[in-house]
């Protein structure tokens, strides 16, 4: 996915903890800009316009436009990002630098939908990973990818390699990741055993 979004750099005259420190004070983001060849920045970006870009319905797997001062403005795709353990604000960010017409390889959010019936038996729903990497052109780079796992069964499980990817987009995570699975309790086994016993019931 390409945003049209363009988010403006502030170079930063010197490194370290506590210059970074200083520029989270003053509502700046600590930003690495680096790949394509080209020799790494460093800067920072306005806390409420990166949130707000955030907030637009954007993912992290987004390629939107930098201004960097004394260069050209630059395609680039968040490829790291340090959230504070107790605030849940950004630290810092490293951008890579995207060229539109090379494949990259980009970590995508993943959003599991529908509920298995085996979860109102009892049964519990096991997550696996949040994202999967793949490789494509960023212009098929989809926001998130989504895996319906309201037919998994009991003891059913799913992977990496049978996610269902958009035309264009090639797997690169391992294929035996677990993704979502549906894990068996002696409630969810009690509960279908009943109501297997009261289907029985009502044949006869």
Known sequence: MISEVTISVQSRPTLGSGDSRRARRAGHIPVSIYGANQTP?????????FNAFLRSGVSRSTVF??????????QVVVKDIQIHPVTGAIQHLDLLRVDTTIKTTLRIP??????PAGVKQGAVLEKGVRTLTVLCLPVHMPSEITVNVKDLAIGERIHANQVEL???????????????????????????QAEAAEAKKGKK
């Open 41 to 49: 920045v460093s800067g920072t970006i306005n806390t409420k316009e």
């Open 110 to 115: 993943l959003k599991l939908v529908g509920e």
């Open 166 to 192: 958009p035309d264009g987009i090639k797997l690169m995570s391992p294929p035996n990741q677990l993704v979502a699975g549906l894990v068996g309790t002696r409630q969810s086994t009690q509960t279908a």
């Open 65 to 74: 436009f930098l201004n960097i001062p004394d260069q050209a403005a630059t």
